[in-house]
């Protein structure tokens, strides 16, 4: 499944991001879909899931109430809205598509693909 991501950069401790994923190739409606990242060192980690329909998100414990996935069905994207950025938020992410249709998108072995990846840094 081709998953483009973009909208990473550098940016300062308390300021947003969005990133954007383009999504191709399988009926993206019916995918749950995902970002996650791989920090220097570190195991790639699930970040944020969002349900076939956009109806249920999911988050990882250290960005829920800071990051928001959402989802655009009619144009195939895929969006992760970062607020309140912290250092150790500085990582690479990766968008993910689900393994099978209408997974709930709720954790980790929910997803197969996964696209190149955007760098995003947070530093003052």
């Known amino acids: 499944v081709p998953l483009v991501e973009s909208g990473g950069g550098l940016v300062q401790p308390g300021d947003s991001l969005r990133l954007s994923c383009a999504a191709s190739g399988r009926i993206f409606s019916t995918y749950p879909m995902g970002w996650f990242r791989q920090a220097p060192g570190k195991e790639r980690e699930f970040v944020a899931g969002?349900?076939?329909?956009?109806?249920?998100?999911y988050y990882q414990h250290s960005v829920r109430g800071r990051f928001t996935i959402s989802r655009d069905n009619g144009k195939n994207m895929v969006y992760l809205q970062m607020n309140s950025l912290k250092p150790e938020d500085t990582a690479v992410y990766y968008c993910?598509?689900?393994?099978?249709?209408?997974?709930?998108?709720?954790?980790?072995?929910?997803?197969?693909?996964w696209g190149q990846g955007t760098q995003v840094t947070v530093s003052s």
């Open positions: 969002i349900s076939w329909n956009g109806g249920n998100t």
């Open positions: 993910a598509a689900g393994k099978r249709p209408y997974l709930s998108g709720s954790y980790s072995p929910d997803f197969d693909s």
